[in-house]
């Protein structure tokens, strides 16, 4: 019984893993609240997103802690913007108006 109990836990854990989210990020940045903004992390980099919920167009941009910036983009409603980084001190801030 406890062999059956330890695989099937494997088994679930194993199931997460390879399910799991991107991680998501509260609200950061001078965004409007109608961007979301979440954040992804592989084995080599670290990746920042930011969707345009609004209703209008918006200029954003990624918000990396210790270093530089994404570059400002012009999002249209329901785009989808990025900003790719090694992994390491940078931490994700979220996203803001430009």
């Known amino acids: 019984m406890r062999k059956t109990l330890t695989a099937l836990a494997a088994a679930c854990c194993a199931l ?3 399910t799991a989210p991107a ?3 509260a609200p950061a940045g001078n965004a ?3 961007v979301v903004v979440w954040q992804t992390t592989g084995t ?3 990746t920042g997103y930011a ?3 609004c209703s209008r167009t918006l200029r954003l941009k990624i918000v990396w802690a210790h270093g530089t910036d994404g ?3 012009t999002v249209r409603p329901g785009g989808t ?4 980084v090694a992994r390491g001190v940078r931490t994700f801030d979220g996203a803001n108006s430009c």
Do not use: E, L, Y
Not at 81 to 84: A, V
């Open 32 to 34: 409007p609240s109608c």
């Open 16 to 18: 997460g893993a390879a």
């Open 44 to 46: 080599i980099t670290k």
């Open 51 to 53: 969707r345009n919920d």
């Open 23 to 25: 991680q998501a990020v």
């Open 81 to 84: 913007i990025w900003s790719k």
């Open 71 to 73: 570059q400002c983009h």
